[in-house]
């Protein structure tokens, strides 16, 4: 799955601004972390499958007030 695609679901569902993507390979599996910067300057940290861009967990506070309605 390339970055953009992520980068532009993100963009889609939650409000903020990319701090920083990070991409993890380990026994041939690919992970995006990507941190957001929340308008209460909160940091979030998304996590996604590389291969089928699946969202697999998100960490942070004020998770909520990021999403778009």
């Known amino acids: 799955?390339?970055?953009e695609n992520i980068l532009d679901w993100l963009e889609a569902h939650y409000i903020g601004d990319v701090l920083e993507v990070e991409v993890?390979?380990?026994d041939g599996e690919v992970?995006?972390?990507?941190?957001l910067l929340g308008e209460r300057g909160?940091?979030?940290?998304?996590e996604f499958d590389g291969h089928t861009g699946q969202l697999m967990e998100?960490?942070?506070v004020h998770i909520d007030?990021?999403?778009r309605p």
């Open 31 to 35: 992970e995006y972390e990507i941190k």
């Open 58 to 60: 998100i960490e942070g």
């Open 1 to 3: 799955m390339p970055l």
């Open 65 to 67: 007030a990021m999403r």
């Open 24 to 26: 993890e390979r380990d």
């Open 42 to 46: 909160q940091i979030v940290e998304f």
